[in-house]
Every structure is written in C-alpha cells, then in structure tokens.
C-alpha cells in the first residue's frame, strides 16, 4: 500500500516562497502595529468565517458537526482576541497609541500639553465658554475628555464581566454603553 502511495515533495520555489511568507509574518507580528493588525483582522473577520462555516453545515448530510464545532472554536477565539486588545489597551500597549494616545496617563500627558495650567484653563472655560469652544485646543480637548471617559468605562465593563468588579448586569450594560458613546 505504501508504494502506491505518492510522495508529495515541494519544488524549491515553493519551499522558498513559504520561508519568505514566514519571515514577512514573523516580521510583521513582532512589532505592536503588525501584531494587533493581525489580531484585529482575526476578531473582524470571523463572524464571517462562521457565518460560512455555519450554511456549510447546513448543506451537508450528517449535519456538519465537525464545521459546527470548527464555528464554535473560532467564535470562542474571537473573544479571547478581543479580550486581548482590551487588556493591551488598558496598559497602553496598543499600536493607536501613539496616534491617538491611548491609554490614560498618555491622555494625561496629552492634555497638560494643551493646557500647561489646567485650572486656569478650566476657569476660562467656565467664565467664557464661547471664546473657549472656538479655540484651537477645543477639539483636541474635547478628544482627550473623550477618551478619559472612555477607556475606565471600557474597562470597568471588562473587569465586571469577568467577575473582578462587583456590578449588576444593568450597571455593566450602562458602562459599557457609555464607553461606546464617548469613544463614538
């Protein structure tokens, strides 16, 4: 039986093509960018990946349990990825970062470069909200307080759904909720 059976050797181009293919992938992983790229595509493209997976089963005889059970994996690792993204955001190690300054001692950072006296600023916001608003620091600030909201609501939905933080389902539905609209 085993001479019957042919051998499959790959050409030398292939073999080629697959070390490059490695060394782009490896190359591309390794930095924050790269990494959290690959994972966001991962996360966004399984829905799909299931929906597919899913009308195949339904087109095969015995009910397709192996492409069931191949959906459910990759649902499953879905939202581990998407876990993931969120403990990377809450250290700040997310690629965005250095764009949208993510994380919240970055923001920190952020708006004490766009107001050195925040108190003073504060005031004149008060005292003054029409010439403040058509600033060229008001949308920049409006961006920071923006995600000041957003990342410990994000966050405190996450650690609630895991157990860590003690909130009924409603109050975690509304931090979740809120994130969303600030980060929106």
Known sequence: MEDKVEKIKPSPQTIE??????????????????????????????????????????????????????????????????????????????PAWEV???????????LLALHPRPLASLRSLITSPGQSLGSAKALGTIQAL???????????GWLSGKGIVRLSPAGTGKAVLWSVRAWA
């Open 17 to 94: 093509r697959a070390k490059y293919l490695l060394n782009r992938l490896s190359a591309l992983t390794s930095t924050l960018t790269g990494l959290d790229g690959v994972l966001m595509l991962a996360q966004y493209s399984s829905p799909l990946i299931i929906a597919l997976l899913l009308r195949l089963a339904k087109l095969k005889k015995d009910g397709g349990k192996n492409l069931l059970g191949l959906a459910g994996g990759i649902a499953a690792g879905a939202g581990g990825i998407g876990e993931t993204r969120t403990v990377m955001r809450a250290f700040g190690m997310s």
């Open 100 to 110: 949208l300054m993510i994380g919240i001692l970055p923001i920190l950072q952020w």
């Open 146 to 156: 923006a995600l000041m909201v957003y990342y410990p609501l994000e966050h405190l």
